[in-house]
């Protein structure tokens, strides 16, 4: 499958979006086994501390549940009281499209028959913009129900949605629901379902996102962050009790130097003198950074969820906890690195983008490329001109006989840099000799401490050469040429890194250094007509 031509489906979907759409669907592939997945198995730090945190709570005792995301406006005033408009500044509110009343003028129903020749059932059309109106048809299945119901094409049902500005002049209406700012916003009700079918104590956790309107985005700021929040319901717990619970959760995670602070200024939700900061040594900073809050949920929004218990809360911030585990200074560069971090590949990842840009694709064409190999392993130092067999076979129902060649006078089978080897050092792609050069001592640093590709300059060329054969003989092709002269380029020697690398190497100002006198050449005869038998 060739790279799509981005620019060009950019300007003709400017011009026509649906022919567009329609004609860059030839573009893909819709049959054959064509991919072959690749390990590149790599968790996310973020997911790997979740999970270690899961665990722990669990060893702990605790129930693992779901607290709900989305939260009615009204739980904040139940939760906050008097303190609710300032905590209202903070938070996210969902609002939804007003889906409009469309009619049908004249003058509409003659652009619909300019689009769709000869329409004429615009009572049912009608029909299905009330009932879209009123909800009984979801925008996801709006245009599907345009053509199963009216009997027209896809692309006709997307123009007549195009005519109707009304559908692209819809704004957000807000309404009362809010992504919650953190999770105990959730636990209340839950809670107050949970007392009346739980024996005490209830001991549970969650693990979710949550979302807060930040007035700035920076390196200890996000929209949306992960938190794991538990709560104790029991008939009896101390303040002291709460405390012990944190360490010991902290404990389990690695972390033995931890600082309780109790907050001068205490949220509405938590009882007076009861809300204590958490802190942890950052590894790099060497200060204190805080990671969490606890403490133990006011009796007043208790009573207003008829909750006849005390409540211990704990909430971890967990992107702030892995800060500290890593010694990151920067919370956007830890959970989105692609977008804050520099990229940095190894030396190893590099040696792994490194490929031949064509190789045999049949079994026979890689027995062709390894008999090439073999024979310049073989006779490389033999004075030329001189040609040596290397395959007799059949190749596509044809006969072929491949041959390494050197036809010049006074040189060998197989140039000085035959078999160099490509390695990667500091970033760096270089051609090494397999011996000799031992006073050099760059190529003595690379072959020592740099990492090996595993190619060398005849293998990928082999492969080449064994795949124009294969081209040949399927097209009926009765001879083929393939000479490489002295390499400067990796495509000389059919090989091709791939597009990050090479991005990688022009940002990083580093180099590709393959220069080297291969002068190899590989002759193909191939029969006329196919085998018969």
């Known amino acids: 499958m060739a790279k799509l031509d981005i620019r060009k489906i950019r300007a003709n979907a400017a011009k026509d979006y649906e022919r567009a759409w329609l004609e860059t669907a030839e573009l893909v592939e819709k049959r054959g086994q064509l991919l072959n997945l690749v390990d590149r198995r790599r968790p996310h730090a973020l997911f790997e501390l979740i999970l270690k945190i899961r665990r722990a709570l669990l060893e702990l005792g605790f129930e693992e549940v779901v607290v709900p995301t989305i939260v009615e406006r009204g739980e904040v005033f139940n939760q906050y009281g008097p303190e609710s408009p300032v905590i209202l ?71 007549l949605i195009s005519l109707f500005k009304e559908l692209k002049e819809l704004k957000p209406v807000p309404t ?6 953190h999770i105990s916003a959730g636990w209340f009700s839950l809670l107050r379902e949970m007392v009346k079918r739980e024996p005490l104590p209830i001991q549970m956790f969650s693990i979710g996102s949550k979302f807060r309107r930040e007035q700035q985005l920076d390196a200890t700021h996000l929209y949306d962050s992960w938190t794991a929040s538990l709560v104790v319901v029991a008939e009896r717990m101390s303040l002291e009790d709460g405390k012990r619970l944190v360490k010991q959760l902290l404990s389990k995670l690695g972390f033995e130097n931890v600082k309780l602070v109790v907050k001068k200024g205490t949220s509405k939700y938590y009882a007076p003198r009861t809300e204590f900061e958490v802190f942890i040594r950052h590894l790099k900073m060497g200060e204190y950074v805080e990671v969490g809050d606890a403490g133990f949920y ?44 520099p990229t ?61 060649v050197e036809p010049e006078s006074g040189t060998k089978l197989i140039g000085p840099a035959g078999f160099n080897t490509i390695y990667v050092h500091d970033g760096n792609f270089i051609g090494v ?91 193909a005869d191939i029969s006329k007509t196919r085998a018969t038998s």
């Open 89 to 159: 500044d903070r938070i996210f509110f969902l609002a939804g499209l007003d889906r409009p009343d469309i009619g049908l003028s004249k003058r509409r129903m003659q652009q619909i028959q300019k689009i769709i020749p000869k329409f004429k059932d615009f009572k049912h059309l009608q029909d299905i913009f009330r009932r879209y109106k009123r909800g009984k048809i979801s925008s996801d299945d709006f245009v599907e129900t345009m053509v199963r119901e009216l009997m027209i094409g896809e692309s006709q049902a997307t123009a």
């Open 176 to 181: 009362s629901l809010t992504l919650r700012s």
């Open 298 to 341: 006011s009796p007043v929004p208790l009573s207003k969820y008829d909750i006849p218990y005390h409540v211990f809360n704990f909430g971890m911030g967990i992107e702030r906890l892995l800060m500290v585990m890593t010694g990151e200074t920067d919370i956007r560069a830890l959970v989105y690195p692609y977008l804050y971090k």
């Open 344 to 404: 940095v590949l190894s030396d190893t990842k590099l040696a792994g983008m490194l490929k031949f840009e064509r190789a045999p694709e049949s079994e026979v064409g890689k027995e062709i490329a390894q008999a090439i190999v073999r024979i310049a392993e073989q006779r490389a130092d033999e004075p030329s001109p001189c040609e040596f067999k290397a395959f007799v076979g059949r190749v596509s129902g044809r006969r072929v006989s491949v041959s390494v």
């Open 433 to 523: 000799p397999p011996n000799g050069w031992e006073k050099d001592r760059f190529l003595n640093t690379v072959r020592e401490w740099g990492v090996s590709t595993g190619i060398r300059y005849m293998d990928a060329f082999a492969a080449l050469a064994a795949h124009e054969i294969e081209q040949a003989a399927r097209r009926g092709r009765r001879k083929v040429k393939v000479r490489v002269r002295a390499v400067k380029l990796l495509s000389d020697i059919n090989l091709v890194l791939d597009k990050a690398a090479q991005r990688y190497i022009t940002d990083k100002k580093k180099r590709i250094d393959v220069r080297g006198p291969v002068f190899t050449t590989i002759i």
